[in-house]
C-alpha cells in the first residue's frame, strides 16, 4: 500500500509512524492467491472439485477450485478455459442429475471433492 503517491507502507508500518491523518489517500493493491493455494493452505471456504468427460478422443479429468459462494459456473468455465471448449456447450452432472450453473454448491448439494461428469453437447 502507498501513503499518497510515493510514501510505500510496510507492514510494521503504524498510523503514528507514518503520521496519517483521516485526510490521507491510500492506494491499495490486493494480490490474492490462487484458489489452489488457498485450498492447499486448508482455506475452509474453498471447495475442489473433479471434472471428468470421456469421449472417442479419450479421458479428460481436471481438479477445479471455488469459493463457497461461488456459483458453479466458475467451475465449468475453469474446464472450459483450460480445454478451450465452449461453455455454451457444456452441462454438468453429479449423480445423473444437472448441476445449476446460477447456484452455488451447497445449493447443488455439493460439499466438495465430489466428481462431476461434463457433457460436451456437439
Do not use: W
Not at 510514501?7 to 492506494?27: F, P, Q, R
Not at 483450460?82 to 447456484?103: E, S, W
Request: include cysteine; proline fraction near 2%.
Amino acid at each position: 500500500m502507498y501513503l499518497g503517491e510515493d510514501v510505500k507502507l510496510e507492514d510494521e508500518d503504524t498510523l503514528e509512524s507514518v503520521k496519517m491523518t483521516e485526510n490521507c489517500e491510500i492506494d491499495a493493491f490486493y494480490n490474492e492467491k490462487p484458489l489452489k493455494e488457498l485450498y492447499q493452505d486448508g482455506a475452509i471456504s474453498i471447495l475442489r472439485f473433479k471434472l471428468q468427460t470421456s469421449d472417442r478422443t479419450g479421458r479428460q479429468t481436471m481438479h477445479v477450485y471455488v469459493q463457497k459462494e461461488s456459483t458453479m459456473m466458475c467451475a465449468l468455465q475453469q474446464y472450459a478455459d483450460h480445454f478451450a471448449i465452449d461453455a455454451r456447450k457444456i452441462t454438468l452432472r453429479f449423480d445423473g442429475d444437472p448441476i445449476l450453473l446460477d447456484r452455488n454448491p451447497e445449493s447443488n448439494e455439493l460439499e466438495g471433492e465430489e466428481c462431476i461428469d461434463v457433457i460436451i453437447s456437439e
